[in-house]
């Protein structure tokens, strides 16, 4: 998926894009705010323009994925308007209409039953156009060709405990801090909302950083000093195995800190060096990791204390904001008409488009589950009219069920009688629409993206305000880590230089 990168972006032009996204996103307001499993309770169908609706009425998933995300499988072309037979082999070209499709030697050619209206076509492109860019600037091999458990980037006592996306993230985010830290002549790094250690102890053990790790959860942080001494333990007897890779001077480990950070008071454990301060002063690196909520606006606040010199964070959590104090930020987006984004966008923006895309291309039994959820959702109104959206409890291996068999598993867990009478016909009938469920949430994950562009740019505009130099870079690959865009900021500019961080470390 295409998008606009930060960087190439003046502040004006940024105040623009703010501008752009709250006009788009009141236009669509109705499929943002939607709740998929009221498709049927609410007729969301109904609430498409008629043209949209016979535009996607039919398409399969993969055809939802090519044309409508914008995420083809391989060997696909997408095409829009008439087309004819094409020679060449069996390949197949993709269109934004209704049609069968139809083979004969060395061609193939679909047969289209409606072109795409224009206003879809533009919620498309505005879509693309308007989107922070989440496909990294660097291109290299998958670190997870030869094994997709283990990060070839990273040596075997460091990816001990650590899941492959999570290996995927502390490299790269690693690797962003210490070249910052390098570029701003930092003393220090603070890991805020720490968790169990993985990034900070890449950070000290692997990169050899001066790392003060601070969480909230006491469980969290003893486990991450037991974690901490397995590691120092794995690289001595590494070390002793093959003397070549000993590390030049002693290792240290993170330094831990038991803490709760507040978003609207400052942390003055967060700012306490180590170390004895040098002749210059402390100088402070902030980072976050998926900093959940208002944690993420933590870092941003503490940023404007003198010592605190660069922050690279990567937020998450959208949808635990507070509200006011968490959005917006910034002035300028403050002060736009239709800036509000209510909790359901918010947590719409926290979904894995590239994921859900994928799951498309594969057109796997899974995507029925929203379907069946909103079957359910008509037979708990019908019941209990006052009981609303009620939270349903996984219910394992969806995909091979019949219909009334989930509703009357569902039925159980939201505490009514699974034995109620269920109209079979009316199931069904719903059943029969799954495509169309489908259409219509890959709509609202289309202008997902946009939710999490303005909540982004609105940081980036607040740091602006204040006088700081701010961009925004994606750093993981977003079918690895949806949520990949990291912020970076320093209090000075760091002209051409900055160009280092959107590099790959070979």
Known sequence: MLGVS???????????????????LARYRPILDAYIIEFFTDNLWGTLPCSWQEALDGLNPPQLAA???????????????????????????????????????GLAYR???????????????????????????????SEFLENPSQSSRLTAPFRKHVRPKKQHEIRRLGELVKKLSDLTGCTQVVDIGSGQGHLSRFMSLGLGLTVKSIEGDRRLVERAQRLDRELLQAL???????????????????????????????????????????????RLLLTGLHACGDLSVALLRHFSCPEVVALASVGCCYMKLSEPGGYPLSQWVAGLRGSE????????????????????????????????????????????????????????????????????????????????????????AHQAQENRVVAFFSLALLLAPLVETLILLDRLLCLQEQGFYAELLPIFSPELSPRNLVLVATKSPLGEAFSLLETEDS
């Not at 696909?76 to 060449?88: D, I, L, S, T, W």
């Not at 007897?237 to 978003?263: I, L």
């Not at 349903?392 to 069920?401: D, F, N, S, T, W």
């Open 6 to 24: 930060a960087r190439g972006l003046s502040h004006e032009e940024r105040r623009q894009l703010a501008v752009n996204l709250t006009r788009v």
């Open 67 to 105: 044309q409508l995300l914008g995420m083809p499988g391989e060997g696909e072309v997408v095409r829009y308007g008439q087309e004819g037979p094409r020679a060449g082999g069996p390949r197949v070209s993709l269109s934004g209409c209704n049609g069968a499709i139809h083979r004969g030697p």
């Open 111 to 141: 047969r289209y039953r409606s072109v795409w209206p224009l206003t879809l076509l533009a919620l498309k492109s505005t879509a693309y156009a308007l989107a922070f860019t989440r496909t990294p600037g660097f291109q290299t091999p």
């Open 236 to 282: 001595e007897k590494e070390e002793k195995r093959s003397p070549q890779v000993t590390q030049a001077g002693p290792r240290h480990s993170p330094h831990h800190v038991v803490r709760w950070v507040e978003p609207t008071a400052l942390c003055k454990e967060l700012l306490l060096p180590l170390e004895p301060l040098p002749p210059c002063g402390a």
């Open 341 to 428: 984004l209510p909790y359901r966008l918010r947590e719409g923006a926290c979904h894995a488009l590239e994921d859900y895309a994928e799951r498309l291309q594969r057109a796997g039994p899974g995507l029925r589950t929203h379907c069946y959820r909103a079957a359910l959702e008509t037979v708990i109104r019908g019941a209990r009219p006052e009981l609303r959206r009620p939270g349903v409890q996984g219910i394992p291996r969806v995909h091979e069920l019949k219909i009334e068999e989930y509703v009357q598993r569902g039925l159980r867990r939201v505490g009514l009688d699974p034995q109620l009478p269920l109209n079979l016909a009316a199931l069904r």
